[in-house]
């Protein structure tokens, strides 16, 4: 049985509390931080083999590294938030009941990297999130962990929290330091990526909630401890997030390389009434589904992307045979149509047909030559968008397509849905 | 913070756009056109300029929307775990109005949205800043009531 190491706190009365905190470890892994060289701390984290989890997966070591080291050179570092890819909640969750354990992990980081600002960007819908966060950080500048010449240690660092105001895509981190910058939320070219110039021009370090949270943990416990959890390449714990067709919704905490079936049957209880089941979505509703000869799948980066998905932000969402392919399709591109920021065409007008035209089959109106007209307009889309969402959207409607074509057919040539029969 | 690439402006001034907006929004209660002339004057910024940014964001309204306003929460996760259709049918019923309006005495507008990040805790809604997870109609029936909506 795993033990918790994210959310160890999480299920304590008032976790959320500093004093909480404190009491059970909490801002420990500062005060050790704070007595390392701060490249040090750069070789733990790379040592560490810690990887990105707000779906990309990068090394965090490598990002920390791409960070300017003079000192001259005002620094900034971004904690994103704004979680919206459909299916996960685990940033929320830890946000709301550990937030001290983010902002411990946001301090060492910035110190590591020698940001003097940190800008907590976070989902416009997340109100107890940023009251919870607010108070935090409030209390933390109280003790001294944030603010001038921390804990004595000559090092110096503001954290503000500024609200998102409903956009999908300020998740992108571009897109996101425009929104801080006060403008529209539309992704930037890149390069010049964001540790080379980023919020207003300086160089800029952009991490997920998630990934920040498991920073103190390797700091007190050293890289060996979090390298041996997990598997060589998807090192650590992960936070799984399991809807749909199963019997305990909820978050679960697991070393990357766990099961999908063992998330599914062991931990979520399987899915109601003995049903079958037809597709999961392994990552968020950006991934590419998988289908139920590939649950002995290991949930971890490469393994999902040998079984032809991702783990995106390890948001599980579980289809049972009753579930309509067609309508989880539409529903999807309904999403990203609705999220598109616009700014390039193959993204904004392509899901807007792709969606019409799932629309049109699931109501009956389904035409001979949609199938292919659903190819063309993927190929239009993939790789010729300004940022990963052309690729987001195109993922799911691509492998739905390759697994239930028959499916797809059927509603067409009959007008209506084989599994509502 | 110092100014980086995009000069042409007072970078902290612009910054706090968002914010502004949220601040107008409260107390004009949408983004009217004097809302708008009011943010537009305190950042520095054409108004619009102000309406261009106002109009990326979901969560800034630039027409005038319920005293409550409703979202329900019809994403995948929560569709297949069912309750959410029936969430918002009975509502729709209840208020009658569709996903879209608002009542005719301006009390409550009807929206469905995609991912509250409630997945794990389905049906969800939300009715202004409170979060409402693991809903059944009895509990909607007193949220409503609670409301002035019953």
Not at chain 1, 66 to 82: E, G, H, S, W, Y
Not at chain 1, 93 to 118: C, F, M, N, R
Not at chain 1, 217 to 241: D, Q
Request: hydrophobic residues 35%.
């Amino acid at each position: 049985m795993f033990e918790p190491i994210l959310l160890k706190r999480a299920s304590l009365p008032r976790s959320d509390a500093i004093d909480v905190y404190l009491a059970n470890g909490g801002y420990e892994a500062l005060r050790t931080a704070l007595e390392r060289a701060p490249e040090e701390l750069v070789d733990t984290v790379k040592r560490s083999r810690l990887r990105g989890r707000g779906g990309a997966g990068f090394p965090a070591g490598l990002k920390w590294g791409f960070m300017p080291k003079d000192a001259d050179i005002q620094k900034v570092l971004c904690v994103n938030t704004d979680e919206g890819e459909p299916g996960t909640f685990k940033d929320r969750e830890l946000i709301e009941k550990d937030p001290h354990q983010v902002i411990e992990g946001a301090i060492i980081t910035a110190y590591a990297v020698g940001a003097s600002h940190a800008f907590v960007y976070i989902r416009g819908e997340f109100f107890l999130g940023v009251k919870r966060w607010t108070k935090a950080i409030a209390d933390a500048y109280a003790h001294g962990f944030l603010g001038h010449n921390v804990l004595g240690s000559g090092f110096d660092l503001d954290m503000t929290v500024h609200r998102g105001a409903g956009a999908y895509i300020c998740g992108e981190e571009t897109a996101m330091l425009e929104s801080l910058e006060g403008r529209r939320g539309e992704p930037r070219i890149k390069p010049p990526y964001p540790a080379q110039r980023g919020y207003w021009g300086l160089p800029t370090l952009v991490h997920n909630v998630e990934t920040l949270a498991n920073v103190p943990h390797i700091v007190l416990n050293g890289p060996e401890w979090y390298a041996a959890i997990g598997t060589e390449k998807s090192t650590g714990p992960k936070i799984f997030c399991v809807s749909g067709h199963v019997y305990r919704r909820g978050s679960y905490e697991l070393p990357l390389g766990t099961r999908l079936s063992e998330i599914i049957f062991e931990h979520a209880g399987g899915v109601p009434g003995g049903r079958k089941i037809k597709a999961v979505i392994p990552g968020g509703a950006s991934t590419p589904l998988l289908t139920p000869d590939r649950l002995d799948t290991p949930m971890d980066f490469e393994s999902l992307v040998e079984a032809g998905s991702a783990l995106g932000t390890g948001a599980v969402i579980v289809m049972d045979e009753t579930t309509c392919m067609v309508d989880v399709a539409r529903r999807t591109a309904r999403f990203f149509a609705h999220e598109s920021c616009g700014k390039c065409t193959p993204c904004r007008i392509g899901s807007l047909r792709i969606a019409e035209i799932l629309e049109g089959i699931e109501a009956g109106r389904g035409r001979e030559g949609d199938i292919e007209r659903l190819h063309a307009l993927c190929d239009g889309i993939a790789g010729h968008t300004f940022c990963p969402m052309g690729d987001a959207l195109v993922a799911p409607i691509r492998s739905s397509l390759a697994h239930f074509e028959e499916e797809y057919r059927y509603h067409i040539r009959t007008g209506h849905c084989a599994t509502a029969a | 913070m110092t100014p980086g690439l995009h000069a042409e402006q007072d970078p902290a001034k612009r910054a706090m756009l968002l914010t502004a907006l949220y601040v107008a929004q409260e107390q004009y209660g949408h983004l009217s056109p004097e809302a708008i002339k009011r943010v537009a004057e305190r950042i520095g910024m054409t108004e619009g300029e102000v309406v261009e940014t106002a109009t990326f964001y979901s969560m800034y309204h630039m027409q005038p929307v319920g005293r409550h306003l409703i979202q329900v929460c019809e994403g995948l996760s929560c569709h297949l775990a069912g309750g959410a259709e029936e969430l918002l049918t009975y509502l729709q019923g209840k208020l009658r109005i569709k996903p879209g309006e608002t009542t005719a005495d301006g009390e409550f507008t009807l929206v469905s949205v995609q991912c509250l990040a409630s997945s794990g805790s389905s049906p969800a809604m939300r009715i202004n800043d409170t979060l409402y997870e693991n809903l059944t109609t009895k509990r909607v029936i007193m949220i409503l009531q609670e409301r002035g909506g019953g």
